[in-house]
């Protein structure tokens, strides 16, 4: 599952528009993280990353798959709603272990926390800056 998630990212290009941590799918991606009580939520910066596949990523936990799948599917709801996209991909829908939602300019990793721990994206992509988004 995790290299064919890295294979779909080193596949595609990043959007021309360059997105901040105020850009509306950004806030609307954390909004409907929390609505649904994701926990450990970060963000981390890509932009100044060249060999990134996306400007940012935004990583929570769930404790379960049933709540695996209500975040994923508060975000796409709310990012369709609210911004008018869809994700250009979307991988692991079917394990509910480790959903991946790529908006291309943002992807979003919603894992169990013993996935979290085992594949640490956070410590991958250690040269990214890093915020928390608890509330």
Not at 89 to 105: A, F, I, K, M, P
């Amino acid at each position: 599952m995790f290299l064919e998630q890295l294979d779909v990212l080193s596949s595609r290009k990043r959007g021309s528009s360059r997105l901040t941590r105020n850009s509306k799918i950004f806030k609307t991606i954390i909004k409907a993280i929390q609505e649904k009580k994701g926990e450990n939520i970060v963000s981390l910066d890509l932009r100044k990353i060249g060999e990134a596949v996306s400007e940012f990523f935004i990583i929570c936990e769930a404790t379960n798959a049933p709540q695996i799948r209500a975040i994923a599917d508060s975000i796409e709801d709310a990012v369709n709603k609210e911004c008018g996209e869809n994700p250009y991909h979307h991988e692991g829908r079917s394990t509910l272990q480790w959903v991946l939602l790529d908006y291309v300019n943002v992807v979003v990793h919603i894992l169990l926390p013993d996935n979290r721990k085992f594949y640490k994206l956070e410590e991958m992509w250690s040269d990214a800056s890093l915020m928390e988004h608890n509330d």
